[in-house]
């Protein structure tokens, strides 16, 4: 049975992949120092995390993942070190999960990495969009504002809004200290050396990940045009009954964090200044991590918003939509097209594969509304064609 057991919950948004990254790229050398990073990948552990909050499928709905907890807590009690799982999607959950955590091991102890909340604003609307959100910019920044939790109230300082739900570093410390003793991470502001959080990671698991050449892992945000996007997308897709998960591997891990992030297009990142609520907000987090006792490495003042440069949204134009969506419905069809290629069956074969040429001329709204919808026939193809071969084999 495994003396430590580290359980990294998140939140969103902190510094989460490069940490998952770097575990899973030193694994070998970790295990030889007697820490265990469990799962032969880190979906294992992502699958083992969503059976823990309950679904018997993946995401995409194409396997079964149930069992998956009870084969990573196997691994882990039969390991005589430390072991460490990592998941963001550990932070929003419920009472019921961090007991079912705290029951599975005789030792655990807690990390929450945490980054300033007006980075974060920006990042996660991006990451929700990402996830299928319909949300426009203004709609999401000002539903975080009404929402933001009572901090000064332990008592009623949770709340449901999608934003805080996530990064409500107070709130989750407090839920999941019901398992064990909680670690603070901060996130060094913009500018430090990217390894500080590593090696803040690192002191808490007993790794020197400064000793070691860590690969960068790339989860790089959109622009705020490609964001919108995908927005318009997400929402055409919903019209057309494809509600997210719907096409969860094509739409956000092929199209969102490869294709569009490679575009070479004119676009920018969402810019925000520091509201004085974000101020508030952030002071008041801090007040209450620090009343709870946690464990600190890294510096309270990290969380200190920042402002992040980039454009206003609102001046974002048609013109603009309607030209980063023809770009990218180019890499989209293509990639498709191979996919078609490679793995042609009687009616789908890369024939079939819809085709799109973007108008002339014309209105700029229509020219945004086809663009974003020849995407969506691209999208809705690809998912018609997996659900045949799924039907086609089962």
């Not at 440069?309 to 030209?323: L, N």
Request: glycine share 8%; proline share 6%.
């Amino acid at each position: 049975m495994a003396r430590r057991v580290i359980v990294h919950v998140g939140t969103m948004k902190s510094g989460t992949t490069s940490l998952q990254h770097a575990l899973f790229a030193h694994r070998e050398h970790l295990r030889e120092l007697g820490i265990l990073v469990p799962g032969k990948s880190w979906r294992e552990q992502v699958d083992a995390v969503w059976d823990a909050r309950g679904r018997a499928r993946s995401l995409a709905g194409d396997r079964s993942i149930e069992g998956s907890w009870g084969r990573l807590v196997g691994e882990i009690d039969a390991w005589p070190g430390t072991a460490v799982v990592s998941a963001e999607l550990l932070a929003p959950a419920g009472a019921a999960v961090v007991e079912e955590v705290a029951r599975s091991f005789a030792s655990v102890e807690i990390v929450v990495s945490v980054r300033d909340l007006n980075r974060n604003l920006p990042a996660m609307w991006q990451e929700v969009v990402q996830n299928g959100e319909l949300w426009t910019w203004p709609e999401f920044l000002a539903s975080a504002k009404q929402t933001r939790p009572r901090w000064s109230l332990p008592d009623l300082m949770t709340s449901t809004n999608r934003f805080w739900k996530e990064q409500d570093a107070a709130a989750i410390a407090k839920r999941w200290s019901a398992a064990g003793p909680v670690h603070v991470v901060t996130v060094p502001p913009p500018g430090g050396p990217s390894e500080v959080l590593l090696e803040r990671f690192g002191e808490v698991i007993g790794f020197g990940f400064g000793d070691v050449s860590t690969p960068m892992s790339r989860n790089a945000s959109l622009g705020v045009v490609r964001a919108d996007v995908l927005r318009r997308l997400n929402l055409e897709l919903e019209r057309r009954g494809l509600r997210f998960p719907a096409g969860i591997r094509l739409r956000k891990h092929v199209l969102a964090k490869r294709l569009m992030r490679d575009l070479d297009v004119d676009d920018q990142r969402l810019g925000l200044r520091v509201a004085p609520w974000v101020e508030r907000s952030a002071r008041q987090q801090v007040a209450a991590l620090q009343r709870q006792g946690v464990v600190l490495h890294g510096d309270w003042a990290d969380l200190t918003p920042v402002e992040v440069s980039g454009t206003d949204p609102s001046t974002v134009t048609e013109d603009r939509i309607a030209a980063v969506a023809a770009a990218t419905h180019v890499p989209l069809r293509g990639w498709l097209l191979e996919r078609a290629t490679v793995g042609s069956r009687p009616g789908w074969g890369p024939e079939t594969v819809p085709q799109w040429a973007a108008a002339g001329s014309g209105p700029s709204g229509h020219a945004a509304d086809d663009a974003v919808a020849a995407l969506a026939d691209l999208i809705e193809w690809a998912i018609t064609r997996t659900r045949a071969k799924q039907a086609a084999d089962a």
